[in-house]
């Protein structure tokens, strides 16, 4: 599977710090972002996620800790370690996806495409594998 992962701009500064950052519109990422939010307070080994989204593209950051990112495309299956602040993996629409906490205190932030819409969302992983192979078939 084709893993769409970015390097995010990072000002690194000895004494101070670093400050890392990303810009929208074509820049940085291919979509505009309408919508951020983070997930956090997460338990050790709690999986979240369990589901793909018909439209929806994301971009997945972990600015502090460690989360696995479970991808399947209803053919093939991959996994992806976000552990660090720099590290940015695109998530695009059709995409089966589930995120595994393993550290204590870690952040999952999510840059999205759209506002949110329940009607995106695909809950149940037999429709989302009917759901691919009809797109197959479109034209
Ligand atoms: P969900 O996307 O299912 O989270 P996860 O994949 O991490 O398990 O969202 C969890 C709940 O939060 C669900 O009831 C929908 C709600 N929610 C919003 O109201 N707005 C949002 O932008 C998001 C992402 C979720």
Partial sequence: MYLKIISIKNVHDEQEGDLS???????????DIKRIYYIHHVPVGTVRGGHAHKH???????????ITILLDDG??????QLNDPTKGLIVEHAMWREMRWEQEGSVL??????FYDESDYIRDYAAFQA?????AKLP
């Fill in 21 to 31: 950052i990303f810009e929208g519109s074509g820049r940085d990422l291919p979509f």
């Fill in 109 to 114: 932030c999510v840059a999205a495409s759209e």
């Fill in 56 to 66: 929806l593209t994301q971009l997945l950051w972990c600015p502090y800790g460690s």
């Fill in 131 to 135: 759901y691919v192979k009809q797109q």
């Fill in 75 to 80: 053919s093939e299956k991959a996994e992806v």
